[in-house]
């Protein structure tokens, strides 16, 4: 990664230009009310209708990066065209934002008409914060194009983590979803090293990985995962031998532990305890982001404050998924994207936990004097979360002084 660095025309980390892009960015995320609450205890109190917002929610430090250098990219190359290989967050927001300061994207759901083929070297392409897969990278790279890339630090640190297991010999297992960006990226950085990879969803995926390492399945059942979880020509027979856990950065914190405890003790079980150090790692690579909105929640849960939770966040955001999970867990909890998906004081469009399509709630919000929970997915915006309580107290008949939604912090 040194040697990047120094290269002229791949840009790791600020193009120089934050002071330039800071009004712009206060002026698309920025939230008087949302910073209001940060200075005064979290809390909004106002007329039958409490806001309450969880001590740590929204904007990473990695994203925070990410959308910063985008926003630099846009201004450093006025006259060239710019790429994104992929959405930069998973947020519709920011994604459409950056869309129409006329930057193409390459895939997903905003995708034009040009695509991979289409790029020069008078072009420049920006690289998400999940990162991309190592041969997309070296492809890129052959087109002598200016690379900006915004991976996360956190995300590099996991690449790190599998690389040296390839190096030694391990299969890295990572907990994650398959199909997600910073998987597909994490497990081709093991790959590149010449090593094998296997992804596990959840701890039944987990758990038919350790009954093949225990011999209570047969190896072909490794099949029921998919080819999409597995390396090519992953031989259950060879490469569950030797085994590294490592997980995408925005899982479920204590199921990743509970999956790497659940690996380690099948390889214990297969190679006795002295043995297992040569047949088995494990590395907690959550970032410190997720792990601490997720504490955040789980405190704001259990606080007695609040009546109910709503989880702001894109709904293909696997950390604000994961916030709704350990929600619901406890209170009526609902993730909605934006304050768009509050229909009336009695219909909420959301998506449930697990689910892909959204559905409409009825008679969600109490008519009595209640007490909100909020948090956001770290590619949220807080202008999103200030958006969502404006239109909850439009829907009560309640006016936020004006000073609230002025308010910025200085
Ligand atoms: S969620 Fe974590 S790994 Fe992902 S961008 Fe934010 S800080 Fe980085």
């Known amino acids: 990664m040194t040697a990047m660095k120094t290269e002229p025309n791949y840009f790791r980390a600020s193009l120089g230009m934050k002071q330039e892009i800071a009004p712009a960015i206060a002026a698309d995320y920025h939230s008087g009310i949302v910073d209001w609450m940060r200075a005064n205890g979290n809390v909004l109190p106002l007329d039958g209708i409490t806001f309450r917002l969880a001590k740590e929610f929204g904007f990473c430090y990695g994203v925070d990066k990410a959308v910063d250098m985008a926003y630099e990219t846009r201004l450093k190359f006025p006259d060239r065209r710019i790429f994104l290989t992929y959405e930069i967050i998973h947020n519709p927001s920011v994604n459409n934002r950056l869309k129409q300061m006329g930057i193409e994207f390459l895939s997903g759901a905003l995708k034009g008409n040009l695509t991979f083929d289409d790029i020069g070297p008078d072009d420049v392409v920006i690289m998400p914060a999940f990162g991309v897969p190592a041969e997309y990278l070296q492809q890129l790279r052959a087109k002598g194009s200016v690379l900006v890339d915004t991976t996360c630090g956190s995300v590099v640190h996991v690449w790190k983590r599998v690389e ?29 090293m010449g090593g094998h990879t296997i992804v596990v969803l959840d701890k039944n995926q987990a758990q038919l990985v350790c009954d093949i390492i225990t011999g209570d399945a047969p190896p072909e059942s490794i099949a029921q995962l998919g080819p999409m979880s597995l390396s090519r020509e992953f031989d259950p027979r060879k490469h569950l031998d030797k085994i590294g856990v490592a997980n995408q950065t925005t899982m479920l914190a204590n199921e990743s532990l509970e999956i790497a405890a659940m690996i380690g003790a099948a390889m214990e079980k297969r190679h006795g305890r002295e043995n297992l150090p040569a047949h088995f790692r494990s590395f907690d690579t959550i970032c410190s982001a997720t792990q601490e909105r997720q504490d955040a929640i789980v405190d704001l849960v259990q606080s007695g404050h609040i009546d109910m939770m709503l989880v702001i966040g894109g709904y293909n955001s696997s950390n604000t998924g994961h916030l709704l999970d350990i929600a619901a867990a406890t209170l009526p909890a609902w993730h909605i994207s934006d304050a768009a998906e509050i229909l009336s004081a009695t219909e909420l469009r959301h998506q ?5 399509v959204r559905v409409t709630a009825t008679d969600w919000l109490p008519k009595r004097a209640v007490s909100i929970g909020l948090t956001a997915g770290a590619s949220t915006p807080n202008k999103a979360i200030g958006e969502v309580i404006e239109r909850l107290a439009e829907l009560r008949g309640v006016e936020i002084p004006a000073e609230i939604l002025a308010f910025k912090k200085t």
């Open 352 to 356: 449930p936990a697990h689910e892909k």
């Open 164 to 192: 040296k297991y390839a190096k030694d010999g391990y299969t890295s297992l990572v907990h994650g979803k398959a199909l997600h960006a910073e998987t597909l990226a994490t497990v081709s950085q093991a790959q590149k």
